[in-house]
């Protein structure tokens, strides 16, 4: 059967770190809050030249090393954003410039934190028509740019990033040498990459790749969770008037018992429209926004914690980015092998949610 299969994973970061020590100099919290309610320590914050397209391009030229591909071999670039450069052109176009990926059509998919499932989705969908394309799925975000750095309710938790895949029909061959357009440190990484790459047997051909996902939005609840305007560039903090602008408005603890209750029903629904049960499951990568909605996912599906990854403590929530750049570090770790059935779930504002399940 024809399906996406993700044959290389990119991901960056700014270089910005902002640890929770500076955000108590900057509103009234403290570390111990911020950790026992969320589990975020630090987050990244773009500077200048750290713009989402720049970051979104940073993490698919590692994600084009990985897959053995050209720019110019990509068909189509799609890239899940609430925080694109400008409203227009959109962040895939400038991505597929900085690419030079000239064969490539491209937009961008706004679903919130779900953007790069659902980009996902749409990706699998092409695919399965065509299996021979190429296709750059990539979640990018500088929802710094967005936030109100006075409100202490949403300004702890948000962060920037970029996490980005390759995929293509999973009866493609793949994994030819990286050629022209990809920089200078594209032997180094492929090298890099090469190691890490484990030898355990794979599963079938024909059983691997994206097998499915439920996805949801409900508009009514629009606004416990919503951005208003148009988007911004990146941030000045020391800017007298950044306030002036729109930014995250978000009702919490309301969001979190959504969260929770959705991402529980998607990831239900999908495991038993796959026929498959959470013992079977190698790896889930929920969206990452709050350590205690991952451990109440965790619960649910009374998953043992090492099988859930977590890195909401380094980079807080980076919406459509948190789950490209967790698979990116898990693929990177070694932590998937040929046949390993891995889930991913989101839930984001809209509300979007869903689940969808890969056999590695
Ligand atoms: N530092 C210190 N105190 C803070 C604070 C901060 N950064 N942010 C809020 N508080 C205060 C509140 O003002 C409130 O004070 P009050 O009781 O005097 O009114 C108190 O802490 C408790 O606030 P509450 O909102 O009930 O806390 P919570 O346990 O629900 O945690 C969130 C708040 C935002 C961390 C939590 O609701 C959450 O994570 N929600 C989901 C967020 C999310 O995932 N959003 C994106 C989805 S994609």
Redesign the pocket.
């Known amino acids: 059967m024809n399906r996406a299969m993700i044959i290389g994973t990119g991901s960056a970061l700014p270089t910005r770190v902002l640890d929770n020590a500076e955000l108590e100099r900057m509103?009234?919290?403290?570390d111990e809050?911020?950790t026992s309610?969320?589990g975020i320590k630090t987050r990244r914050i773009a500077g200048a030249g750290e713009e989402t397209s720049k970051l979104a391009t940073a993490a698919a030229r590692r994600a084009l090393v990985m897959a053995g591909i050209t720019p110019i071999e990509l068909d189509l670039i799609l890239v899940g954003t609430i925080t694109p450069d400008m409203t227009m052109p959109s962040c895939a176009c400038l991505v597929q410039k900085e690419l030079k990926a000239t064969r490539a059509f491209a937009f961008d998919l706004n679903a919130?934190?779900s953007g790069f499932l659902y980009a996902l989705d749409v990706a699998d969908k092409y695919i399965r028509s065509d299996p021979k394309l190429k296709i750059m799925v990539i979640g990018a975000e500088t929802l710094s740019t967005r936030v109100d750095w006075q409100d202490?309710?949403t300004c702890?938790?948000f962060g920037d990033g970029a996490g980005a895949c390759v995929v293509t029909g999973n009866h493609q061959r793949h994994g030819s040498d990286p050629g022209e357009g990809l920089g200078d440190d594209a032997g180094k990484d492929k090298a890099e990459d090469d190691q890490k790459k484990e030898t355990r047997p794979g599963a079938d051909e024909d059983e691997r790749g994206y097998l499915g996902a439920k996805l949801y939005a409900d508009g009514n609840l629009w606004e416990l969770?919503h951005l208003e305007g148009a988007p911004g560039r990146n941030p000045d903090l020391s800017r007298a008037d950044h306030n002036s602008e729109p930014s995250i408005k978000?009702y919490?603890?309301e969001?979190?018992r959504h969260?929770v209750r959705a991402m529980a029903d998607a990831v239900d629904k999908v495991l038993i429209e796959q026929g498959v049960s959470v013992k079977q499951l190698c790896l889930i990568i929920p969206?990452q926004?709050?350590i205690r909605?991952i451990h109440s996912l965790g619960e649910h599906l009374a998953l043992p914690l090492e099988k859930v990854y977590v890195n909401v403590d380094k980079y807080g929530?980076t919406s459509a980015a948190t789950i490209p750049i967790a698979l990116d570090e898990a693929n990177r770790q070694g932590r998937l092998a040929a046949g390993d059935l891995l889930l991913l779930c989101s839930?984001?504002?809209g509300f979007t949610w869903g689940a969808s399940l890969i056999r590695w």
């Open positions: 509103v009234e919290t403290t809050w911020i309610r969320t919130a934190c202490r309710n702890v938790l969770l978000m919490g603890p969001v979190f969260a969206h926004a709050n909605i929530n839930f984001g504002g």
